[in-house]
């Protein structure tokens, strides 16, 4: 990227993140999920992966205090929270000059740790810090997806959502490495990305396996290289997550929302098989409204 489009992009992303800032500070949380989609797109215009991580770690963040303000007893700690999140988003803003990934991923490793604190439950008490026990958890949840890719392309599967229901709850119990941080992202705007895709190949109320396999492929086979690694390349991580990203803001562009029953914050794109059934009667055809 040339020094004045660099100059450009660090503007416009700056004025992101201030948005974000204030929204957090007002607990709009649905505006912050905005904001953070918002960065991720304007990512899409500079075209350079570099810049994408704050946004990838903003939208992140939206579930985190989603959570807490939707739970009497975390939300009681709200101020404790918007602390460790403004602290993180400082350094995010210094990302921007500095463009020093390794040193991000540490912060966001930082963030999580402290957030994890209020997000954790009374019961998760009961639990004791295990990484031996978190790693091969994530190993295992890897392999099994890994080995049972083939409901990905069953209608109304939720494999992806199984998954990294999972990981939170070990993370959550039994604290993490930098390593299950990792992977968690990856899987998570992963599964972005499989929402547009399964809407995509969905073509008289079935789908196109075969269509869906290859769209799918490119991605899983860095996701059995972030599997195999015991040290995660950052560079080919970003890279990969970059990947994602694009294809996913790109998808956005061409489908908008596609949405029939939002959860939370997240712009699910499935739709029930009796609805598709339905319309597919009416018209004779699947068309999103």
């Known amino acids: ?49 570099h810049l994408c991580l704050p946004g990838i770690f903003l939208k992140d963040m939206v ?24 602290t993180f988003i400082s350094r995010i803003k210094d990302y921007l000059q500095d463009l020093d990934e390794k040193k991000l991923w540490q912060e966001f490793f930082k963030y999580n740790k402290n957030i994890n604190n209020i997000l954790r439950d009374e019961v998760d008490n ?16 890897l392999e099994y997806l890994e080995n049972n890719k083939r409901y990905l392309f069953k209608i109304n599967n939720k494999i992806l959502e199984g ?12 604290s993490f490495s930098e390593k299950e941080i990792k992977i968690y992202i990856y899987i998570k705007f992963l599964n972005f990305l499989y929402e547009y895709l399964y809407y995509e190949n969905l073509k008289d109320y079935e789908l196109d396996e075969t269509n869906l396999k290859n769209d799918l492929s490119h991605y899983f086979d860095y996701l059995k290289i972030l599997r195999e690694d015991k040290e995660v390349d950052i560079i080919k991580l970003d890279k990969a997550l970059w990947n994602i990203i694009k294809k996913w803001r790109e998808m956005y562009l061409f489908y908008k929302d596609v ?20 319309k597919y009667k009416k018209n004779n055809e699947y068309n999103d409204e």
């Open 259 to 278: 949405k029939t029953s939002p959860k939370g914050f997240k712009e699910s794109v499935f739709v029930p098989f009796d609805i598709i059934k339905q």
């Open 163 to 174: 998954i990294l229901s999972t990981m939170v709850r070990i993370i959550r119990n039994h």
């Open 1 to 49: 990227m040339s020094e004045e489009n660099l100059e450009m992009a660090q503007t416009i992303l700056k004025q992101d993140i201030n948005a974000y800032s204030t929204l957090l500070r007002k607990d709009n949380l649905r505006y912050m999920n905005v904001i953070a989609n918002r960065f991720l797109e304007n990512c899409l215009i500079f075209d350079d992966y």
């Open 63 to 86: 579930n985190d205090y989603h959570n807490i303000l939707n739970n009497p007893e975390k939300s009681k700690r709200i101020n404790s929270a918007r602390i460790i999140g403004e």
């Open 126 to 141: 009961c639990y004791l810090k295990n990484l031996p026990f978190t790693s091969k958890s994530f190993k295992f949840l």
